[in-house]
């Protein structure tokens, strides 16, 4: 599609600005103005740890020649996705889980080798999963499921292993094509942030098992983190169907919850110090800010995984703040660079 001379052009980081700039725009938008200066506080200090981590992240990072089948791939989950939610009511959650953990599933018992293409398809399930609110016509999300899988395909390189990296990629995709969408002269329904109400706590504690769940299962079994993402998130969704006290108005709350929360969990254990004091952090940080989600961008396809990815650095950046031995994690992020292919 493009020449290697023409991707060597564009530089070694120079698509990181686009990821960079993807994150700015949900930290200022997204999130509405918190009551207290604690939050206030709270949220500074987690943009500050996520931006010095996101700094001093050492990739390959160069941008890889793009592949037609990543493009495609995307194309496919968008389409599948769009079918379960919009044709078959199927919730995003349950939507986005099937076909990733079917996607996994198929593409490791064809061939185990190609599993990297897991991650394209469940980019555009992402994308595809928008709500109809956000986004009507399906001929704007399939051009934003394109724009995904491009992207993914240019940037796979980047941020390896980091949770999350896949919802960001989504969501540009996704955000490209809500603007479109306005500029042609449509209009989108608005948005309500996600409400916990009273049961913040339990939200707290579904996002830390969620998260804790997906990582054992990535990295003790060789499931994958995209298929481990999937199996917890389908077991959250026949939880709160079987246990009546999880059935009430704040189930979606809790759904969404262990959706983003799962992403945290498929975070590579070379991209922590301490996975299993990291892991269960960067939970919580995902939580407050899920809980805190601005209608700007509510149910715009990639949100939760780009609020997981920021509550990943987040962890990773006070690790590499506060520990002595955090040159270490430069050492890990050159070993978690071959993953993507």
């Known amino acids: 599609m493009f020449s290697s001379a023409t991707t060597g052009m564009l530089g070694r980081r120079s698509h990181y600005l686009v990821l960079w700039a993807i994150l700015a725009i949900v930290i200022v938008a997204s999130f509405r103005p918190l009551r207290g200066d604690v939050l ?5 200090v987690i943009v500050a740890s996520a931006a010095y981590a996101i700094i001093h992240t050492r990739d390959g990072g160069h941008l890889a020649r793009p592949r ?3 493009v495609a791939l995307a194309v496919v989950g968008a389409v599948l996705a769009l079918w379960l939610t919009r044709g078959l009511s199927w919730s995003p959650e349950v939507a986005a889980s099937s076909i990733g953990l079917s996607g996994a599933v198929l593409i490791r018992t064809f061939d185990h080798t190609l599993h990297y293409y897991e991650a394209p398809l469940f980019c555009g399930a992402f994308v595809g999963v ?3 609110g956000a986004i009507s016509s399906v001929g704007f999300l399939l051009a934003g499921a394109v724009v995904a899988g491009l992207l993914w395909s240019l940037s796979r390189h980047a941020w390896v292993g980091v949770g999350g990296k896949i919802g960001v990629i989504a969501l540009s995709g996704a955000s490209l094509a809500r ?3 306005h ?14 109400g009273q049961t913040d706590a339990v939200l707290t504690i579904a996002a830390v098992l969620s998260a804790a769940a997906t990582y054992v299962l990535a990295t003790k079994t060789p499931w994958g983190p995209i298929a481990s993402s999937g199996a917890v998130n389908l077991a959250g969704a026949l939880l709160t169907m079987l ?11 809790l759904a969404y919850v262990i959706f983003g929360a799962s992403f945290v969990g498929m975070t590579q254990s070379e991209r922590l110090l301490r996975p299993l004091l990291a892991i269960p952090t960067a939970a919580l940080v995902f939580a407050f800010l899920a809980l805190h989600f601005g209608p700007t961008l509510t149910g715009v396809g990639g949100a939760a995984g780009t609020t997981a990815l920021l509550s990943v650095f987040s962890a990773r950046g006070t690790e590499m703040i506060s ?7 430069a050492t890990s992020d050159r070993a978690a660079d071959h993953i993507e292919n």
């Open 40 to 44: 206030v506080v709270t949220l500074m």
């Open 68 to 70: 037609f089948l990543d």
């Open 130 to 132: 928008t709500a109809t």
């Open 179 to 181: 603007f479109l969408f």
């Open 183 to 196: 500029l042609a002269g449509h209009h989108s329904l608005s948005a309500h942030p996600l409400d916990g």
């Open 243 to 253: 246990v009546p006290a999880l059935t009430s108005n704040h189930s979606p709350a």
């Open 323 to 329: 520990s002595p031995l955090s040159r270490q994690l």
